[in-house]
């Protein structure tokens, strides 16, 4: 098989669609993350001002009623609500666009990760980036590029702080990823190399 390097211009235009929704997406969740902290600050603000003053007139003697009227909090709270329901419903479609991609990903891709970074076994892992790689339509990929691929994938993706059950339960300090989490990195990491090979174009 040729030694040749991975020619990502053959992704099929439908996989290529579903990429560049993907870099859309994480962009403009990253937007709204943005969007939804410059909106909050103040009002977190205005709350917390509210329950300072409340505080004030507390040790100051007077009854806990009329200081809840005096500082009242119903229109801050509806204000964070609001935004935070805003926010939830505007990330609802941004991560439907993120999640769709995921589709390419073959079977058994996350626990090949599992088994490369618990047990040392790349070969899974290998043949699971083969499976992605015809998933989006390049095929006949040498060895070498592929093992290459698969290094320069690999060489990102890591581990994460293990939870407190995990620490307390199997005395682990660190884990591997769940597999939302791998799912979502492992895209990523693709579609940087896919920039960096100049198959897929940012505009922020």
């Not at 003053?53 to 806990?64: A, H």
């Not at 609001?82 to 390419?104: G, Q, R």
């Not at 939870?163 to 769940?178: I, P």
Request: proline fraction near 2%; aromatic fraction near 6%.
């Amino acid at each position: 098989m040729s030694k040749a390097p991975i020619n990502f211009e053959l992704i099929d235009s439908k996989s290529l669609a579903y990429l560049n929704a993907f870099v859309d997406a994480r962009i403009a969740i990253a937007k709204e993350d943005m969007r939804h902290m410059a909106e909050m600050k103040p009002l977190k603000a205005k709350l917390e001002a509210i329950h300072e003053n409340r505080e004030i007139d507390l040790k100051n003697g007077m009854n806990l009623d009329d200081v809840i009227r005096k500082h009242s909090s119903v229109e801050v709270d509806k204000a964070i609500r609001a935004e935070n329901n805003l926010h939830k419903e505007t990330l609802k479609p941004l991560n439907e666009d993120l999640k769709s991609t995921y589709a390419f990903m073959p079977d058994g891709m996350y626990d090949s990760y599992v088994r490369k970074i618990e047990l040392g076994k790349r070969g899974d892992f290998i043949e699971c980036i083969r499976g992605f790689l015809e998933n989006i339509g390049i095929e006949e990929v040498g060895q070498s590029a592929l093992c290459k691929l698969s290094e320069q994938i690999a060489d990102r993706l890591g581990v994460s702080v293990s939870n407190s059950k995990q620490l307390l339960e199997e005395g682990v300090f660190s884990s591997t990823m769940r597999d939302r989490q791998f799912s979502k990195l492992f895209m990523s990491i693709f579609c940087d190399i896919l920039v960096l090979n100049r198959v897929i174009v940012v505009n922020m």
